[in-house]
């Protein structure tokens, strides 16, 4: 099996790292602070994803720029405005 078509879900999240084609494939099922706590994301998947409305089924998912930050260390501010 392709590790592209692997299901994953919450729990597979604080035990694996996985990269952003699996996240992807998988997000409908997985919840975005979750992922956002657990995993280690690009600029691209947060502005795509974590912070797209489409994607946050419930208030605690009303996640922002600063949010992100604060949970993804590597990544900068001005990196979400290049």
């Given amino acids: 099996m392709n590790d592209n078509n692997l299901n994953i879900n919450n729990m597979d999240l604080y035990n694996n790292k996985f990269n952003i084609d699996i996240l992807i494939k998988n997000i ?7 992922i956002l ?3 280690k994301l690009t600029v691209d ?5 974590i912070m797209n409305e489409e994607y946050q089924c419930f ?5 922002d720029i600063f949010q992100i930050l ?3 260390k ?3 501010f001005k990196d979400f405005f290049d």
Avoid: M, R
């Fill in 28 to 34: 409908n099922k997985l919840d975005l602070n979750t």
């Fill in 37 to 39: 706590d657990t995993q």
């Fill in 45 to 49: 998947f947060c502005i795509n994803y």
């Fill in 59 to 63: 208030s605690e998912e009303d996640i």
């Fill in 70 to 72: 604060k949970k993804q």
């Fill in 74 to 76: 590597h990544l900068k």
